[in-house]
């Protein structure tokens, strides 16, 4: 709750105030000593009239779609009610700005309720930013009806958005990608070599004729298949080192850091399992998890995790992802590659590092 003052109306009502305690010290009888009893119960009388409708102001906020796509137009609801017996006039409402775009609903539009009365919102909605947080109505303010003070409090009903990175080619664009593809390491779960291996199984329907073995087939009396070797990729790594920040301190610079790891996480995934190339990526999702992303599948998975689930559990969830850093700048990489991308950099070039 904040409560602002405005000096102009204030210095006013204070004259009327001393003018109306000398009027009554002077002349007396009932008539001055009401308008007296008057001026000093306004600001409380309109305290006690702002907190009730506060009491009674409900506000049901909701988007069409339950996951959102960064920069994308949708519909957004807001449902104000007063279920008081007393009018509300010209509460005030505060939107979140720094964020979204709510195109028919400005910051600072008033809207009055009469007593058991419902006003609905309906308006476009474009979220800035990838990642979880508030969007719509951020604030509600009301006005005593002599304008000397404001009290302005945070909507009891807030509406939380979860927001997807665009996939784009951001990474691709700041690593020199290429060079991951000519060595060996993580077997692929979905590609497999052209030359087969040594390993044979039985015919199915569908096999090439070319995978046949037929001396093994004529011995076994049963036609029999070489089966090809996973193929090998360099063993490429991605540790995801998000910032820990609670959610209350969760500003617009916070916002616009998360959303440039979120995307940039999201590109360098969607490089390589577009390509069928495996990565492994460690990110804490509550705990610290890892995802192998070598496939358009596996891909979405971890694409439906970074929305809203990158965050940590506790502080020593934040520890084991620092040890994870300190081991990986530790270590020799001769046949392994990891990108560090960092959240809480502080200079530019710290966002992202390649160890290997």
């Given at each position: 709750?904040?409560?602002?003052?405005?000096?102009?109306?204030?210095?006013?009502?204070?004259?009327?105030?001393?003018?109306?305690?000398i009027?009554?010290?002077?002349?007396?009888?009932?008539?001055?000593y009401?308008l007296?009893?008057?001026?000093?119960l306004v600001?409380?009388?309109?305290?006690?009239?702002?907190?009730?409708?506060?009491?009674?102001i409900?506000i049901?906020q909701?988007?069409?779609?339950?996951?959102?796509?960064?920069?994308?137009d949708?519909?957004?609801?807001?449902i104000?009610?007063?279920?008081?017996?007393?009018?509300?006039?010209?509460l005030?409402?505060?939107?979140?700005?720094?964020?979204?775009?709510?195109y028919?609903?400005?910051?600072?539009?008033?809207?009055?309720?009469?007593a058991?009365?419902?006003?609905?919102?309906?308006?476009?909605?474009?979220?800035?930013?990838?990642?979880?947080?508030?969007?719509?109505?951020?604030?509600?303010?009301?006005?005593d009806?002599?304008?000397?003070?404001s009290?302005e409090?945070?909507?009891?009903?807030?509406?939380?958005?979860?927001v997807?990175?665009?996939?784009?080619?951001?990474?691709?664009?700041?690593?020199d990608?290429?060079?991951?593809?000519?060595?060996?390491?993580?077997?692929?779960?979905?590609?497999?070599?052209?030359?087969?291996?040594?390993?044979?199984?039985?015919?199915?329907?569908?096999?090439p004729?070319?995978?046949?073995?037929?001396?093994?087939?004529?011995?076994?009396s049963?036609?029999?298949?070489?089966?090809?070797?996973?193929?090998?990729?360099r063993?490429?790594?991605i540790?995801?080192?998000?910032?820990?920040?609670?959610?209350?301190?969760?500003?617009?610079?916070f916002?616009?850091?998360?959303?440039?790891?979120?995307?940039?996480?999201?590109?360098?995934?969607?490089?390589?399992?577009?390509?069928?190339?495996?990565?492994?990526i460690?990110?804490?999702?509550?705990?610290?998890?890892?995802?192998?992303?070598?496939?358009?599948?596996?891909f979405?998975e971890?694409?439906?995790?970074?929305e809203?689930?990158?965050?940590?559990?506790?502080?020593a969830d934040v520890?084991?992802?620092?040890?994870?850093?300190?081991?990986?700048?530790?270590?020799e990489h001769?046949?392994?590659?990891w990108i560090?991308?960092?959240?809480d950099?502080?200079?530019?070039?710290?966002?992202?590092?390649?160890?290997?």
């Amino acid at each position: 709750m904040k409560i602002y003052i405005h000096k102009k109306a204030l210095i006013i009502y204070l004259i009327i105030l001393v003018a109306g305690i000398i009027f009554a010290s002077y002349v007396g009888g009932p008539v001055s000593y009401a308008l007296l009893y008057a001026l000093l119960l306004v600001v409380p009388v309109s305290v006690l009239y702002i907190m009730l409708n506060y009491r009674f102001i409900s506000i049901f906020q909701e988007i069409d779609v339950h996951r959102l796509s960064k920069g994308e137009d949708y519909m957004y609801h807001a449902i104000l009610e007063n279920s008081g017996i007393l009018p509300i006039h010209e509460l005030k409402l505060g939107v979140y700005d720094d964020r979204c775009r709510l195109y028919e609903i400005d910051d600072g539009k008033k809207v009055s309720l009469e007593a058991r009365e419902k006003a609905e919102l309906v308006s476009k909605i474009n979220c800035k930013f990838a990642g979880a947080y508030n969007v719509g109505l951020d604030t509600i303010s009301f006005t005593d009806p002599f304008n000397i003070y404001s009290i302005e409090f945070v909507v009891p009903y807030s509406f939380r958005a979860i927001v997807s990175p665009r996939i784009t080619d951001v990474a691709e664009k700041a690593l020199d990608l290429e060079n991951f593809h000519n060595s060996t390491g993580l077997k692929s779960t979905s590609m497999s070599e052209e030359i087969p291996s040594g390993n044979i199984r039985s015919y199915t329907r569908g096999d090439p004729i070319s995978s046949i073995n037929w001396k093994v087939s004529a011995r076994l009396s049963e036609l029999m298949v070489k089966m090809p070797d996973p193929m090998e990729r360099r063993m490429v790594s991605i540790l995801m080192k998000a910032a820990d920040v609670p959610e209350i301190d969760r500003d617009t610079e916070f916002l616009k850091r998360r959303d440039k790891f979120l995307e940039f996480a999201v590109s360098a995934a969607w490089y390589f399992g577009n390509q069928n190339i495996p990565v492994k990526i460690v990110y804490p999702a509550g705990k610290i998890k890892e995802s192998i992303v070598d496939s358009n599948k596996s891909f979405l998975e971890f694409y439906s995790i970074v929305e809203d689930g990158i965050l940590y559990n506790s502080e020593a969830d934040v520890r084991d992802i620092e040890n994870c850093l300190n081991d990986i700048r530790g270590r020799e990489h001769d046949s392994d590659t990891w990108i560090i991308i960092r959240e809480d950099y502080e200079k530019e070039e710290d966002f992202c590092t390649v160890f290997g």
